[in-house]
C-alpha cells in the first residue's frame, strides 16, 4: 500500500503508540487528522507531523461522544477530501480483578476501547469505502490474544476488538477495504501509570503493580510505530509487535489452556 498522499485519521494521536503511527505515516508521506482527548498533546504531534511536510489537523474529542463520532467523518472531508485510513488506536487500562473492579469503570473502558472502535469504523466505513485502496487498522493487544489475571476489563475488549476485526475483515473481503488487527507487546507508553484504580487499592499495592508493569514494557513507541505502518504498506492481515508478542502469541497456540502457568513462571508473578 503506497501511503503517499493518503489521509489517514489516528485515534490516540496525542502521544505513545498513536503519536508514533502518526508519524511514521507522515514520514511517508500521509496526511492526517489527528484525535485525542488530550489537548496539548494532540498539538504536539500535530506540529510534529507539519515538521515532516504533510498536513496534519488536531481534534480534541472524546472518542466515546457519540455526536462527535457522527460528525467527525465530514469534518475530515471538508479538509483533506478523502479519507484511505483509518486508525482506531485510543485506549485506556484499568488495574485489578473482576471483583475490584466496579461496574461503572468496567463499562467506561469498555466504551472507550471497544464501543468506540465500532463506532468510528461505522461512521468512516462509508467514506472509506469510496477510495481506491483503503485499510482500517484496529490495535488490539497481546492481551487480546492472552488473558492475564487482573486485566478482565482490559482483555475483554482486546479480545472485542480482535473479534470484531476478524470478522470485518471477512465481511470486506474482495472490496478495496482491508482490515489490519494490531497486537503490541510490552511498549514503553504511559498507560500502565495512567491506568485507573479501583478504589480501595492501598498505595504500597499500587505502586508494586506500576512497577511491575513499567518492567515489562520495554519497546519504544517510536519502532512500534514503524512496524505497525510498515506491516500497513505490506497489507498484513495480523501485526505482532514485539517479540515479546510473538512468543506469547506462539505459546498460547501450543498450550491453549495452560499458558498463564508457564507465563507466570517466567515473569515470577
Known amino acids: 500500500m503506497n501511503l503517499r498522499g493518503r489521509v489517514a485519521v489516528v485515534t490516540g494521536a496525542g502521544g505513545g503508540i498513536g503519536r508514533a ?26 506540529r510534529q507531523a ?30 483533506h477530501g478523502r479519507v484511505d485510513l483509518l486508525v482506531n488506536n485510543a485506549g485506556v487500562a484499568l488495574g485489578g480483578s473482576f471483583e475490584q473492579v466496579s461496574e461503572a469503570d468496567f463499562d467506561w473502558l469498555m466504551a472507550i476501547n471497544f464501543d468506540a472502535v465500532v463506532r468510528l469504523t461505522r461512521a468512516f466505513l462509508p467514506l472509506l469505502q469510496t477510495s481506491d485502496d483503503a485499510r482500517i487498522v484496529n490495535v488490539s493487544s497481546i492481551f487480546g490474544i492472552v488473558s492475564p489475571a487482573g ?11 480482535r473479534g470484531f476485526s476478524n470478522a470485518l475483515r471477512h465481511e470486506l473481503e474482495g472490496t478495496r477495504v482491508g482490515v489490519t488487527v494490531v ?18 487499592v492501598a498505595a504500597e499495592e499500587l505502586e508494586r503493580r506500576r512497577a511491575a508493569a513499567d518492567r515489562k514494557l520495554r519497546m519504544p513507541p517510536a519502532r512500534a510505530g514503524e512496524i505497525i505502518v510498515r506491516e500497513v504498506e505490506r497489507r498484513r492481515a495480523r ?14 497456540r501450543l498450550a491453549p489452556v495452560g499458558y498463564w502457568r508457564v507465563l507466570r513462571r517466567l515473569l515470577g508473578d
Open 21 to 46: 503511527i502518526a508519524l511514521a505515516l507522515a514520514r511517508r508521506g500521509g496526511h492526517l487528522t489527528l484525535v485525542d482527548i488530550d489537548a496539548a498533546g494532540l498539538a504536539d504531534t500535530a
Open 50 to 79: 507539519e515538521a515532516l511536510a504533510v498536513r496534519a489537523v488536531a481534534r480534541c474529542m472524546d472518542v466515546t461522544d457519540r455526536a462527535a463520532v457522527a460528525a467527525l467523518p465530514a469534518e475530515v472531508r471538508a479538509v
Open 151 to 161: 486485566q478482565a476489563a482490559y482483555s475483554a475488549s482486546k479480545f472485542a476488538v
Open 183 to 200: 497486537h503490541p507487546g510490552g511498549v514503553a507508553t504511559a498507560i500502565a501509570r495512567s491506568a485507573r484504580v479501583p478504589a480501595g
Open 239 to 252: 501485526v505482532l509487535v514485539g517479540g515479546d508478542a510473538v512468543f506469547v502469541a506462539l505459546l498460547e
